[in-house]
């Protein structure tokens, strides 16, 4: 006799997450993880989803001011946090100035890892100014692009960084 094997039956919670500074009721599973609440009851797709283990980037966003991974935690883990995502920097400076980069110096070619490159490059621009290539390299060693060999978007950042550095030298 087959014996038929029953999960136990989840009850959808409603988790408040601020987004881009506007608050959303989402309602799902409690197991949901950041980046499925973002895409999918948050309409927000520019957080990528690829191994949804820790380890391609392709999830990163931004927690309060830091890039962290959406693929880890359940998004009730996030109550209360301030999370920014790419649709959120549409006029921030330092991100038009980076995919500005990006497009210069080829550095996409899907783009599917483009929104976790971009986040994790606007974090190494303002945490280290000074960051030379190989430094460049060893923070974007959490992000994992396919298509590019990296350089060009090692090239981008290092362009932006430049730009950076200059403008800081003139305001001091
Ligand atoms: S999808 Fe989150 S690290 Fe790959
Ligand atoms: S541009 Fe295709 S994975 Fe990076």
Known sequence: MKTELRLPATRDATIRLRVNGIEHAVRCEPRTHLADALREHCGLTATHIGCEHGVCGACTVEVDGAPQRACLQSAQRFEGKAIATLEG????????????????????????????????????????????????????????????????????????LKTYRHEASHAA
């Open 89 to 160: 920097m549409d006029d921030d400076p330092l991100n038009v100035a980076l995919r500005q980069a990006f497009t210069e110096n080829h550095a996409l070619q899907c783009g599917y890892c483009t929104p976790g490159m971009l986040i994790t490059a606007r974090d190494i621009v303002r945490r280290l100014p000074q960051a030379d290539e190989a430094r460049i390299r060893e923070e974007l060693a959490g992000n994992l692009c396919r298509c590019t060999g990296y350089q060009g978007i090692v090239r981008a950042i290092q362009h932006v």
